[in-house]
């Protein structure tokens, strides 16, 4: 008669406990969420943004001032949130400003000298003098022309005193000429420093700029890297017991593929099978039925 069984295998005892053990603290580490107690939280393992820093937001003013801005307001990462209602003129434009006033046909009033007329005085002054001086002469000529008080002596003093007028006429005009001659250079010499002062302050002002923003780039790397290096600490902490439990686990694999196994064989009741209650059973019957032959003789 066929007996049914069950073959069951079992790893050696030491595997299984390992197996047991790895599954508890699996367990507990899928039970350690972000935040908990010891386990760093989402926000640390995360990444994050280092915020704009005094130098940064210091070139930004200076960027705002230039363009005519006020005062700008931050928020707490160091953004730009507003700003002030400024001049609304541009760094530059003063020099312009003044650029535009030595222009134009009254420009050469402004460098006209102060002492120019007392030049002029003073020089007209010293032409009258001389003038006046060769008057006896033309009395002193007459005289010895024999012409003194006549007719020729009237022409020749009418004569000498028109082109004395002309003279000074030519003189005087001549110092005003010279005057705004050199009014007009200066104020042309003024036109052009405003203008180039114009073209040179912008790029002061955004090498300022740039000078600061370098400056405040190279402060937020740094604080970048010091963020990003907190980040990587605190990932190292979350995974640090997850890797050493995947080493677990894989160590327990390695071992448990050579290890000696345990097999046993359990009997199953069934058809044609004769378990220990039928055996016990035929026997009794057997008894029975065999004292009842041997009572009836």
Do not use: C, H
Not at 16 to 33: F, H, K, M, P, W
Not at 76 to 81: F, H, Y
Not at 229 to 251: D, H, I, K, V
């Amino acid at each position: 008669m066929a007996t049914d069984y069950t073959q069951t295998t079992r790893r050696a005892p030491f595997i299984e406990a390992a197996q047991e053990n790895y599954i508890d603290l699996l367990t507990q580490q899928v039970g350690r969420a972000p935040g908990s107690a010891g386990v760093p939280t989402l926000a640390e393992l995360g990444p994050q943004v280092a915020g704009q820093n005094i130098l940064t937001q210091a070139a930004q003013q200076q960027a705002a001032t230039q363009a005519g801005l006020g005062q700008l307001q931050f928020d707490a990462t160091g953004a730009v949130t507003g700003a002030a209602a400024g001049t609304g003129v541009a760094g530059y434009q003063p020099f312009l400003d003044q650029a535009a006033a030595y222009s134009g046909p009254q420009a050469f009033q402004s460098f006209m000298s102060p002492y120019q007329q007392q030049v002029i005085d003073t020089t007209l002054q010293e032409f009258d003098t001389q003038t006046a001086q060769g008057v006896p002469q033309l009395a002193a000529n007459a005289i010895q022309a024999g012409a003194f008080g006549g007719g020729r002596e009237g022409v020749a003093q009418a004569q000498y005193a028109s082109d004395a007028a002309q003279n000074r006429a030519l003189l005087q005009a001549k110092l005003l000429g010279q005057g705004f001659t050199q009014a007009n250079q200066l104020a042309q010499q003024g036109f052009e420093q405003q203008r180039n002062l114009a073209s040179l302050q912008p790029s002061l002002a955004a090498s300022g700029v740039q000078q600061l923003g370098a400056a405040g780039t190279g402060n937020l790397a740094f604080q970048q890297a010091q963020l990003d290096a907190a980040q990587q600490r605190a990932q190292l902490a979350y995974n640090e017991p997850l890797n050493r439990l995947t080493a677990f686990g894989s160590g327990i694999a390695s071992q448990a593929s050579g290890s000696p196994t345990t097999t046993t064989n359990t009997t199953l009741g069934g058809a044609g099978t004769v378990g220990p209650l039928s055996q016990a059973l035929s026997a009794g019957l057997s008894a029975y039925g065999l004292g009842s032959i041997f009572g009836g003789r």
